[in-house]
């Protein structure tokens, strides 16, 4: 009976499942094998009272012996099996361990091979970049070339398709004027050389320079206008004289009143230098035998006779033009004007080219000058040389044309203006100082054709806030952006810059209509826009 119990105990210690044990198997078997001990500890007790019990008779004696032998055999088989269940389970977990670094090192072969091809590709990709670089280098800057001609003619197309829609033609730069602006300045400068030779031994103003102002050569005259050519000569006093400038009372600038003192200077024991006597320390009876003074001939008390000046410059351009090989190619014509005079250039076939000269001296060694130009007043005395900053703003313009590129068309914006003006009481000065304002805040790159919309947009919303507030200031006039290279006077750059707007801030039905005409502007350039009228 016990040995079937034992039997019974080992078939359910051993649920094998193929050749491979479970851990809880394990621990069950390790459970049974002390509760066996136990019970056999229970039956060698049984066995041993039933020994005692039947020791009389012989056979009872042997068995005893019989259940001990037994039981030893099935100790042996149990201890046998454990020992082969726990061979068997660390086996296994051995095998699993060596899998597992088998398969790691598996891995990290794998990964070293891979990097090992990868170099070997880089290397080889390099040899072959190495090898096309040449070939492959030459075919890309082709390549750039193609694609930045693209560029650039679709540029041109689009600017062409721009100023087609736009403006017409008349609008662009105009080279041609340009070029025929420097021949007139080429002629005028001819003049100038051979007036200083005739005025050499006399004592009348010697003209020193010519300075090209106005709008025709700066490129934004209209093209409905007569072309007219002005320049600003600058006059030095002769020898024994002096200039001296008197800038008047007014504060505000530019002076309209100003003046020009003639004054005598000693030249005694220079007589012989300057091949004349001294006005000052000689006699009258002596004085005759020599040229009157400028004080004599062209002035008008101590001060030079703006009128009296015109008069005498006509004359020497006209002795001048007698000098000049051209005058037997061309005919000159000077008219006098009452403070300036106009040449009348006609070749023998072309058209009469007109060129207005005004004359004045500079102020110091700074680019303003004390002209005689018109002015606005009704009346204007004969000795007044009001200031006038035409060689700055030339300058200015030099200035911005040096810096922009070859498309720059801020002129051509300066001319759209002068044109939508027309029938308006806005002057040109007005919107050309709106300009120069604008182009010292705005980048010189920003005025090229293809931002030529914008910039009058801003141009136009410029003029319309400085309409609003009735203030316009002058633009060299206290104004820090003005360029280095244009030299002003002390007073420019500390004194309050003059209201260009002053009359709209006095008048508020002429503020009223100016309002009313900045909209208008903007409504004029929309439909110049649309239909180039």
């Known amino acids: 009976m016990a040995l079937a119990f034992i039997l019974a105990l080992l078939g359910q210690i051993l649920p094998l499942a193929g050749d491979e044990f479970h851990e809880d198997t394990f621990i069950r078997m390790r459970q049974r094998e002390v509760y066996l001990r136990e019970q056999m500890t229970e039956l060698l007790q049984e066995a041993e009272q039933s020994d005692r019990d039947h020791s009389r008779t012989g056979m009872l004696a042997l068995l005893p012996s019989l259940k001990i032998t037994s039981v030893l055999c099935v100790f042996g088989l149990l201890f046998w099996l454990i020992w082969k ?127 090209v102002v106005g709008s025709t050569y700066e490129g934004w005259g209209l093209p409905m206008e007569e072309t007219v050519f002005r320049f600003l000569v600058s006059l030095k006093p002769p020898r024994g004289h002096i200039f001296h400038l008197e800038l008047g009372t007014t504060r505000e600038l530019p002076i309209k009143n100003s003046r020009i003192r003639v004054e005598l200077k000693c030249t005694c024991g220079q007589e012989q230098d300057l091949k004349m006597l001294c006005f000052l320390h000689t006699s009258a009876d002596e004085l005759r035998n020599q040229q009157p003074s400028l004080l004599d001939t062209l002035c008008s008390g101590p001060y030079l006779d703006v009128e009296k000046t015109a008069r005498w410059f006509m004359a020497l351009l006209q002795n001048a033009w007698k000098c000049v090989p051209l005058s037997a190619a061309c005919r000159l014509n000077v008219v006098l004007f009452k403070r300036s005079c106009r040449l009348q250039l006609t070749p023998m076939v072309q058209r009469t080219f007109l060129i207005d000269v005004m004359f004045g001296v500079q102020q110091a060694d700074t680019d303003i000058f004390l002209s005689s130009q ?55 000065y007005e919107l050309k100082t709106v300009l120069m304002h604008l182009l010292t805040a705005t980048p010189v790159e920003c005025w090229s054709w293809r931002h030529f919309v914008q910039r009058m947009e801003d141009i136009l919303r410029y003029l319309q806030c400085c309409v609003e507030e009735k203030q316009l200031d002058h633009f060299l006039i206290r104004n820090k952006a003005v360029p280095a290279e244009i030299i002003l006077p002390w007073e420019f750059r500390v004194s309050v810059p003059p209201n260009l707007f002053q009359h709209l801030a006095q008048d508020p039905d002429r503020h009223e209509q100016a309002l009313y005409e900045t909209g208008m502007l903007r409504d004029r350039f929309t439909t110049l826009l649309t239909s180039g009228k």
């Open 85 to 211: 269940i726990e061979k068997k389970f660390w086996e296994d977990q051995d095998n699993s361990d060596e899998e597992s670094c088998s398969s790691g090192e598996r891995q990290e072969e794998e990964e070293q091979q891979e990097q090992v091809a990868e170099e070997q590709e880089e290397k080889e990709v390099k040899v072959q970049d190495e090898k096309n670089d040449s070939g492959e280098v030459e075919e890309e800057k082709e390549e750039v070339e193609k694609l930045q001609e693209q560029d650039e003619e679709e540029n041109v197309q689009e600017e062409e398709v721009d100023q087609s829609c736009f403006l017409p033609e008349s609008f662009g730069p105009n080279e041609d004027l340009k070029e025929l602006g420097d021949s007139m300045l080429y002629l005028v400068n001819i003049l100038i050389d051979i007036a200083q030779i005739v005025v050499s031994d006399t004592f009348l103003p010697v003209p020193e320079r010519s300075f």
């Open 374 to 428: 018109e002015t606005e007043a009704a009346y204007t005395p004969s000795t007044a040389w009001p200031q006038t900053c035409a060689v700055a703003e030339a300058k200015f313009f030099k200035h911005i044309a040096a810096r922009a590129g070859e498309d720059s068309f801020h002129l051509g914006c300066l001319k759209v203006c002068a044109y939508i003006l027309v029938g308006y009481n806005f002057s040109p």
